[in-house]
């Protein structure tokens, strides 16, 4: 079983930055699409940043200018720089992996990490 990690959160004033990792662990397999999604107390689940295996990105409006995903396929990790933060960037922020292994290809999700923003 592939597992992700994450880390990178925390809390942060209005203005600030943080880079969030999801790291996978496990043997024998390969990553294809990669996304971020976050989920605010009362709200749905919601994308805010993906990556293709070829590295085509595409972000939420609210992410548009602020946000950066990348992606290190030798290290198995894809990453979420986040500037200019706001109070209504709060919430627990998750990592999203298509695993490939040689017998089937699944999604799997990160444990989640908070990103709290102090205005």
């Known amino acids: 079983q592939v597992q992700l990690v994450e880390s990178g959160g925390g809390l942060v004033q209005a203005g600030g930055s943080l880079r969030l990792s999801c790291a996978a662990s496990g043997s024998r397999f390969s990553m294809s699409d990669m996304g971020w999604y976050r989920q605010a107390p009362g709200k749905q689940r919601e994308l805010v940043a993906a990556?293709?295996?070829?590295?085509?990105?595409n972000y939420a409006d609210s992410a548009k200018g602020r946000f950066i995903i990348s992606r290190d396929n030798a290290k198995n990790t894809v990453y979420l720089q986040m500037n200019s933060l706001k109070a209504e960037d709060t919430a627990v922020y998750y990592c999203?992996?298509?695993?490939?292994?040689?017998?089937?290809?699944?999604?799997?999700w990160g444990q989640g990490t908070q990103v709290t923003v102090s205005s």
């Open positions: 990556i293709t295996s070829g590295g085509s990105t």
């Open positions: 999203n992996v298509e695993l490939i292994t040689a017998s089937r290809a699944y999604h799997n």
